[in-house]
């Protein structure tokens, strides 16, 4: 295998025929550099993972996962799909050729506090989803669909990337497994990622939910401090919903509860069904479908505007008064402002704080 062709900066000239302009950004493991393709004058993006470090074992790993993402990606022809062209090798570098987007990953935007209006936000959803359906009726599930891999283009049109951990499924009904290990991002898991069971399609539409929940509110549904602590709340804990937090309409609590079940069984069956609520919202519609039941978990919003003297407050209080947390109390008080014990609430989170 020759050498890679290294500029004097460090970044290599080519990859194989591909030509080497820039760099785009850093991925998980290694740059992901602007790119041309002599043979076809397109542009084009190279994602790298640099293998130096990896033993024999790790380097083939990585081999099998770069292939398993052209091989998924390839079957996939959608408006709101990053294309992958090719991959390769070259000295220390795994690489893949894919389509090249004038835009920013929707994580950007996040971190940056830059907010959406509801209509955009719905459009982007709704595009997010049937890009996902569009994969899941090919048997492919995604596995670590979160806002890094959400490209938005020039058009102001998402774009879904990174089947790097997607998995085969025997079709639209399979299941994809891989016992005992989690794959994919803490923040953006479904309950059953991170207790490494059996996944299905409806494990992306948990991490979709989070993503719809943070066009929203502009925050996370589940957040801790600690790794445990994100993956105890997701597996145990319902969030704030979204009419705590903002000025949305109820209804929009009603998809975002149904979409984080923890329950794969209560969610969304599928992506498409979550892009269709979205859809009657935008009607002015109900969200649910006739027959419906209200989703699960949704008592935590309040029983009444804020929440004071409801069940959930009590029980919430409850749980964090003996606690020695800061994060709990403040995770309290975000939840009922005016709750029944915010006043004491507030004074021990004071307390603690000194």
Same mark, same amino acid.
């Given at each position: 295998?020759?050498?890679?062709?290294?500029?004097?900066?460090?970044?290599?000239?080519?990859?194989?025929?591909?030509?080497?302009?820039?760099?785009?950004?850093? $991925?998980?493991?290694?740059?992901?550099?602007?790119?041309?393709?002599?043979?076809?004058?397109?542009?084009?993006?190279?994602?790298?993972?640099?293998?130096?470090?990896?033993?024999?074992?790790?380097?083939? *790993?990585?081999?099998?996962?770069?292939?398993?993402?052209?091989?998924?990606?390839?079957?996939?022809? @959608?408006?709101?799909?990053?294309?992958?062209?090719?991959?390769? #090798?070259?000295?220390?570098?795994?690489?893949?050729?894919?389509?090249?987007?004038?835009?920013?990953? +929707?994580?950007?935007?996040?971190?940056? $506090?830059?907010?959406?209006?509801?209509?955009?936000?719905?459009?982007?959803?709704?595009?997010?989803?049937?890009?996902?359906?569009?994969? @899941?009726?090919?048997?492919?599930?995604?596995?670590?669909?979160?806002?890094?891999?959400?490209?938005? *283009?020039?058009?102001?049109?998402?774009?879904?990337?990174?089947?790097?951990?997607?998995?085969?499924?025997?079709?639209?009904?399979?299941?994809?497994?891989?016992?005992?290990?989690?794959?994919?991002?803490? #923040?953006?898991?479904?309950?059953?990622?991170?207790?490494?069971?059996?996944?299905?399609?409806?494990?992306?539409?948990?991490?979709?939910?989070?993503?719809?929940?943070?066009?929203?509110?502009?925050?996370?549904?589940?957040?801790?401090?600690?790794?445990?602590?994100?993956?105890? %709340?997701?597996?145990?804990?319902?969030?704030?919903?979204?009419?705590?937090?903002?000025?949305?309409?109820?209804?929009?609590?009603?998809?975002?509860?149904?979409?984080?079940?923890?329950?794969?069984?209560?969610?969304?069956?599928?992506?498409?069904?979550?892009?269709?609520?979205?859809?009657?919202?935008?009607?002015?519609?109900?969200?649910?479908?006739?027959?419906?039941?209200?989703?699960? $978990?949704?008592?935590?919003?309040?029983?009444?505007? *804020?929440? #004071?003297?409801?069940?959930?407050?009590?029980?919430?209080?409850?749980?964090?008064? *003996?606690?020695?947390?800061?994060?709990?109390?403040?995770?309290?008080?975000?939840?009922?402002?005016?709750?029944?014990?915010?006043?004491?609430?507030? %004074?021990?989170?004071?307390? +603690?704080?000194?």
């Amino acid at each position: 295998m020759s050498d890679v062709n290294i500029t004097g900066t460090g970044a290599p000239q080519s990859l194989g025929r591909y030509q080497i302009k820039g760099v785009l950004g850093k $991925g998980a493991m290694g740059l992901v550099y602007d790119g041309l393709d002599p043979n076809l004058d397109r542009r084009v993006a190279i994602k790298t993972i640099l293998t130096r470090n990896l033993d024999a074992k790790e380097q083939k *790993d990585v081999a099998m996962r770069f292939e398993r993402e052209v091989m998924a990606v390839a079957r996939l022809n @959608h408006r709101n799909i990053v294309q992958v062209y090719d991959f390769g #090798s070259e000295a220390d570098l795994a690489y893949i050729v894919m389509e090249f987007i004038q835009g920013r990953e +929707l994580e950007s935007y996040f971190k940056k $506090g830059e907010r959406f209006d509801l209509k955009t936000a719905f459009k982007l959803m709704i595009e997010l989803l049937d890009a996902l359906d569009f994969a @899941h009726e090919a048997g492919i599930i995604h596995r670590d669909v979160k806002p890094a891999n959400v490209m938005i *283009d020039a058009g102001g049109h998402a774009k879904l990337t990174d089947f790097g951990v997607a998995r085969m499924t025997d079709g639209p009904t399979g299941e994809a497994t891989r016992m005992g290990k989690m794959i994919g991002t803490p #923040s953006y898991m479904s309950p059953e990622q991170i207790q490494g069971i059996p996944l299905d399609r409806r494990s992306d539409v948990f991490s979709a939910g989070i993503i719809f929940y943070q066009f929203l509110t502009g925050k996370k549904p589940f957040e801790s401090p600690s790794q445990f602590g994100l993956q105890a %709340k997701i597996v145990q804990e319902n969030p704030a919903w979204p009419s705590v937090l903002v000025q949305v309409p109820p209804e929009y609590d009603r998809v975002a509860a149904r979409a984080l079940a923890k329950e794969p069984d209560q969610r969304y069956k599928s992506a498409r069904k979550f892009a269709d609520a979205l859809r009657r919202l935008l009607e002015g519609k109900s969200p649910d479908e006739a027959g419906e039941g209200p989703p699960p $978990g949704l008592a935590v919003v309040s029983e009444s505007s *804020d929440g #004071s003297g409801s069940e959930a407050d009590i029980e919430f209080w409850n749980e964090v008064k *003996d606690s020695t947390e800061p994060e709990d109390l403040e995770l309290y008080l975000e939840q009922f402002k005016k709750g029944k014990f915010a006043d004491e609430a507030r %004074k021990r989170l004071a307390a +603690l704080k000194k």
